[in-house]
Structures are given as structure tokens and as C-alpha cells.
Nanobody, 122 residues
């Protein structure tokens, strides 16, 4: 069982940066692939980024590639999402999730956080 709690969301101007954190409970954090998803009002939840259990492999949606960076610290049971050059279209609730294997679809993820709001003003 893994419990996930996101933090770090907020209001930022376009072009600014935010770093999201996701703290996980449980001693088995290091064996899970971790992912970030987001859901904007009126839209479906979409994949943002994922990172392998070791941190050696990362995957990004085309819409955030080059602007967002996912990382993890297994000693701290935490995964991060550094978001730079933010755009108004990045506005959404951001969720972290844990899976047993790399995936870019949300139905492959077993555990989810409650989400954190990110709002980018123009």
C-alpha cells in the first residue's frame, strides 16, 4: 500500500516556475514507477511525466518536454516535478501516482494523491 500527498501548487505568472512534490508513505516506494498527471476543467486527465524506480529513465508528454523535469529521491520517498516556462495552458490539478511498470495511461497506476492546483496567469 502506498499513500501519496502532493504539495507545491499555487498561482504563478506565465513564464514562471513551480516545483511540485509528492511524498509517499510505505517502505516500498523505491519499487514503484512514479508519474504525474494533470486535469484541466472540462478536460480528461492527461499524462505529464513518469520516472522509473531507479530514476534512470524518464518520460514526458510532448506538451511539457523541455520545460518540465521529473525526479525522485528514494531516500526521502519523494518525487518532484520541476515546471519551468509555465504557460496558461498548464493550468490544471496535478496528481502524482504510482505504478508497477512504466505507463503513460492513468488506468495502469494503482495509487493516486489528492491533487494540487496549479494556476498560470497570462
Amino acid at each position: 500500500q502506498v499513500q501519496l500527498v502532493e504539495s507545491g501548487g499555487g498561482l504563478v505568472q506565465a513564464g514562471g516556475s513551480l516545483r511540485l512534490s509528492c511524498a509517499a508513505s510505505g517502505r516500498t516506494f523505491s519499487i514503484y514507477v512514479m508519474g504525474w498527471f494533470r486535469q484541466a476543467p472540462g478536460k480528461e486527465r492527461e499524462f505529464v511525466a513518469a520516472i522509473s524506480w531507479s530514476g534512470g529513465s524518464t518520460y514526458y508528454a510532448d506538451s511539457v518536454k523541455g520545460r518540465f523535469t521529473i525526479s525522485r529521491d528514494n531516500a526521502k520517498n519523494t518525487v518532484y516535478l520541476q515546471m519551468n516556462s509555465l504557460k496558461p495552458e498548464d493550468t490544471a490539478v496535478y496528481y502524482c501516482a504510482a505504478a508497477r511498470a512504466i505507463a503513460t495511461v492513468d488506468n495502469m497506476y494503482n495509487y493516486w494523491g489528492q491533487g494540487t492546483q496549479v494556476t498560470v496567469s497570462s
